[in-house]
């Protein structure tokens, strides 16, 4: 029963994306609330992340548009107790706030449904250690068009910060897109 569900709500996210009636043609913008859930050694620290975006993307090709975007997260950082022999210690890891700022490119398999990726830096601003980030983002998602020319754009994706070592999230943003 859960297969059948699974692929009936396949089969109409499909359906529903090559719906083009109120498609956005040419340049737009994207207001969106950004939602990160850290793996690997970022989860170690934080709990998650939530911020705002601003993506632009033109048309440069047939289904290929080129994006550019500017964001801000702020990660909630974790509360860690430490154990050395008979003594334990108590303390939180202090919230990180970065501004990741990306090119690059989608590309629409159907009307509404894209995959595409991002490269870029993430400006970290952190208590003693401030820097920049090589950040990449690879990610998928649905634009699904309202009247006049406006869409809601979900999308999910993986991006990754490297600096000394790698660290990443899986992402969720929700925004709303207008012609321009």
Known sequence: MKKLFLLTAIAGVF????????KIKGPKLGIGADFAIPVGNLSNGYK???????LFQTPIAPKLNFTAS????????????????????????????VIPVK???RYFVTDSFYAGGEVGAAFVSEDGDNGTAFAYAP??????????????DLG?????????????????????????
């Open 48 to 54: 998650f992340g939530y911020g705002g975006s601003l």
């Open 139 to 152: 990610g998928i998602g649905l634009e699904l068009p309202l009247a006049n020319k406006k869409a809601v």
């Open 70 to 97: 500017a964001g801000y997260l702020s990660m909630v950082g974790k509360t860690l107790d430490f154990y050395y022999g008979n003594y334990s210690l108590s303390g939180k890891v202090p919230n990180s706030n």
């Open 103 to 105: 090119v690059g490119a």
């Open 15 to 22: 359906a529903f994306g090559n719906v083009s009636a109120q």
């Open 156 to 180: 999910v994706r993986y991006e990754g910060w490297s600096k000394n070592s790698s660290v990443g999230f899986f992402g969720l943003r929700v925004a709303y897109n207008f012609g321009i």
